[in-house]
């Protein structure tokens, strides 16, 4: 039975547990069924957790909770090629990251409502991503052809670089592009699209090699097949020099979604089959629609967490 339509606020988390992951046989099902039967409860309800509809939900129930850890366990194991053993370690070690990486307030470092969380520990996430966006901003406006939310990451305008801080704010911006993602498509996606933009490009402000081969090996590994497209946008001839260093280690996979566009003929015949140009902003697609401009501090400190710069077809928290 196909997903019923979200209609009212109340409505929109039960839309989201409400859809069942797609497998591509019985195989994958019964596999993924198995790796759930082997979680403990406390990694079965983080697992669900990665799911921010199921995270800030009152209604865990445990059809909740196992649906939403499917989702997650069938990302694992498509990584692994449907390998039982390797998807279950890499789910496992996962979830250890997810804890000491504290991803979960670093969510809520926003949040309007953080009482019952460690205050001083908030507002230090706060002035991490504060500085860091200052520095490079990323943010999430409109949404591809597929509802899928697209994550803007500019070029960076200082050469200074704090590891944890540069860490923190990837993670909270990817997990708010992923929760953007599952809120504008009541859960029926679980991707999301990244555009570079390297006009004006100083090879003076980009971090060392080894920070953004770290941080490329964090998502990979904890992030699986959520990345649905990454575009380069006006990349300099260094970009792609990095980039092709950088390849070798990342999956192939991967290296398949990747796009390089210059040019407004070829943001047109790449960009326009996959954005419509009422989601874009013009340096993405001639014609965008979308202003381009914004105010970082006001997207990260006023806009929900699961919704992009525009707030369209979102509700206030």
Same mark, same amino acid.
Request: a negative charge; hydrophobic letters at 35%.
């Given at each position: 039975?196909?997903?019923?339509?979200?209609n009212?606020i109340?409505?929109?988390?039960?839309?989201?547990?409400?859809?069942?992951?797609?497998?591509?046989?019985?195989?994958?099902?019964?596999?993924?069924? @198995?790796i759930?039967?082997a979680?403990?409860?406390?990694?079965? !309800?983080?697992?669900? =957790? /990665?799911?921010y509809?199921? *995270?800030?939900?009152?209604?865990k129930?445990?059809?909740?909770?196992?649906?939403m850890?499917l989702?997650?366990t069938?990302?694992?194991?498509?990584a692994?090629?449907?390998?039982?053993?390797?998807?279950?370690?890499?789910?496992?070690?996962?979830?250890?990251?997810?804890?000491?990486?504290?991803?979960?307030?670093?969510?809520?470092a926003f949040h309007?409502d953080?009482?019952?969380e460690?205050?001083?520990?908030?507002e230090s996430?706060?002035?991490?991503?504060?500085?860091?966006?200052?520095?490079?901003?990323?943010?999430?406006r409109?949404y591809d052809?597929e509802?899928?939310?697209?994550?803007? @990451?500019?070029?960076?305008?200082d050469?200074?670089?704090d590891? !944890?801080?540069?860490? =923190? /704010?990837?993670?909270?911006? *990817?997990?708010?592009a992923?929760?953007?993602?599952?809120?504008?498509?009541?859960?029926?996606?679980?991707k999301?699209?990244?555009?570079?933009?390297?006009?004006?490009?100083?090879?003076?402000?980009?971090?060392p090699?080894?920070?953004?081969?770290?941080?490329?090996s964090i998502?990979?590994?904890?992030y699986?097949?959520?990345?649905?497209?990454?575009?380069?946008v006006?990349?300099?001839?260094?970009?792609?020099?990095?980039?092709?260093?950088?390849?070798?280690?990342?999956?192939?996979?991967?290296?398949?979604?990747i796009?390089?566009?210059?040019?407004d003929?070829?943001?047109l015949?790449?960009?326009?089959?996959?954005i419509?140009?009422?989601?874009?902003?013009?340096?993405?697609?001639?014609?965008?629609e979308l202003?381009?401009?914004f105010?970082?501090?006001k997207?990260l400190?006023?806009?929900?967490f699961?919704?992009?710069?525009?707030?369209?077809?979102?509700h206030?928290?």
């Amino acid at each position: 039975m196909p997903p019923k339509e979200c209609n009212a606020i109340e409505d929109e988390t039960t839309c989201i547990f409400d859809v069942p992951p797609v497998f591509k046989d019985k195989n994958e099902q019964e596999t993924c069924e @198995k790796i759930i039967d082997a979680l403990t409860d406390e990694e079965l !309800e983080e697992a669900a =957790n /990665t799911s921010y509809a199921y *995270f800030m939900s009152n209604d865990k129930s445990n059809d909740y909770r196992n649906n939403m850890a499917l989702k997650m366990t069938r990302r694992f194991l498509r990584a692994e090629k449907g390998n039982y053993e390797k998807a279950l370690k890499r789910i496992q070690c996962s979830l250890i990251f997810r804890k000491e990486s504290n991803v979960n307030q670093l969510r809520l470092a926003f949040h309007s409502d953080n009482s019952s969380e460690d205050n001083s520990t908030c507002e230090s996430y706060q002035k991490q991503i504060i500085s860091e966006t200052s520095k490079q901003p990323m943010i999430i406006r409109g949404y591809d052809k597929e509802n899928r939310a697209i994550l803007l @990451k500019y070029r960076r305008s200082d050469p200074s670089v704090d590891k !944890e801080s540069m860490k =923190n /704010t990837h993670l909270h911006i *990817f997990e708010r592009a992923i929760a953007c993602t599952e809120q504008a498509s009541n859960g029926k996606q679980e991707k999301i699209v990244m555009i570079l933009n390297y006009d004006d490009f100083s090879r003076a402000n980009t971090p060392p090699m080894s920070l953004a081969k770290e941080l490329i090996s964090i998502f990979e590994r904890n992030y699986p097949e959520q990345l649905a497209y990454l575009v380069f946008v006006e990349p300099p001839f260094l970009a792609r020099t990095i980039w092709s260093i950088i390849k070798k280690f990342i999956d192939p996979d991967t290296v398949q979604k990747i796009k390089f566009v210059s040019g407004d003929d070829q943001k047109l015949q790449v960009m326009s089959p996959l954005i419509d140009k009422e989601q874009a902003v013009p340096w993405v697609i001639p014609g965008g629609e979308l202003s381009p401009s914004f105010d970082m501090e006001k997207f990260l400190y006023q806009k929900p967490f699961h919704c992009d710069y525009e707030k369209a077809g979102c509700h206030e928290n």
